[in-house]
T-cell receptor, first 113, second 115 residues
Framework: GQQLNQSPQSMFIQEGEDVSMNCTSSSIFNTWLWYKQDPGEGPVLLIALYKAGELTSNGRLTAQFGITRKDSFLNISASIPSDVGIYFCAGRAVTGANSKLTFGKGITLSVRP | NAGVMQNPRHLVRRRGQEARLRCSPMKGHSHVYWYRQLPEEGLKFMVYLQKENIIDESGMPKERFSAEFPKEGPSILRIQQVVRGDSAAYFC?????????????FGPGTRLLVL
């Protein structure tokens, strides 16, 4: 089945630093989404990407949809303590009416003050 | 706040009992998805429903699990005769449409613990 790969499993950065996260796949996706999940909560949508090559920003977050449609990255600039959490990439390959999302395993981000 | 609502937030069941998880989509959303998350894992798709129809249940176990989204009321994920391996967080998501620019918004989840 389709799989999304996120690594490393954990990242540790200093407050104020930038961080970049990658997500890769062996198959093509037509939509890429980035979510953040806090402990005990559901995933919250950060950025949605719908076209190959698309670069989208949301405040300090920037994400790009790879031109091969097999990868995406998320960049967080000037990190702050509340950026701590688990970051998931998710992809959607629409075939007919099937709109399920495939998720990566997530990257746990820790920010040292 | 008209976000996706799920209840209960936490559910404890003994082996063999039934678990019923409820999801109310965002206002105006007619597409509902259920996902399961094991500890330190990503979310795994289970089932996709529109009002009164199951569109894709390819991720849902054939036995003991069922889902519905009636014309009125919330979507229900039902697990019969629960086993310890059913312990997980179950998330519901909703979207206003299915297609190229669909975005799924998630609820807070139900954490099921089977003793």
């Amino acid at each position: 089945g389709q799989q999304l790969n996120q690594s490393p499993q954990s990242m540790f950065i200093q407050e104020g630093e930038d961080v970049s996260m990658n997500c890769t796949s062996s198959s093509i996706f037509n939509t890429w989404l980035w979510y953040k999940q806090d402990p005990g909560e559901g995933p919250v949508l950060l950025i949605a990407l719908y076209k190959a090559g698309e670069l989208t920003s949301n405040g300090r977050l920037t994400a790009q949809f790879g031109i091969t449609r097999k990868d995406s990255f998320l960049n967080i600039s000037a990190s702050i303590p509340s950026d701590v959490g688990i970051y998931f990439c998710a992809g959607r390959a629409v075939t007919g009416a099937n709109s399920k999302l495939t998720f990566g395993k997530g990257i746990t981000l820790s920010v040292r003050p | 706040n008209a976000g996706v609502m799920q209840n209960p937030r936490h559910l404890v069941r003994r082996r063999g009992q039934e678990a019923r998880l409820r999801c109310s989509p965002m206002k105006g959303h007619s597409h509902v998805y259920w996902y399961r998350q094991l500890p330190e894992e990503g979310l795994k798709f289970m089932v996709y429903l529109q009002k009164e129809n199951i569109i894709d249940e390819s991720g849902m176990p054939k036995e003991r699990f069922s889902a519905e989204f009636p014309k009125e009321g919330p979507s229900i994920l039902r697990i019969q005769q629960v086993v310890r391996g059913d312990s997980a967080a179950y998330f519901c998501a909703s979207s206003p449409l299915a297609g190229t620019q669909e975005t799924q918004y998630f609820g807070p989840g139900t954490r099921l613990l089977v003793l």
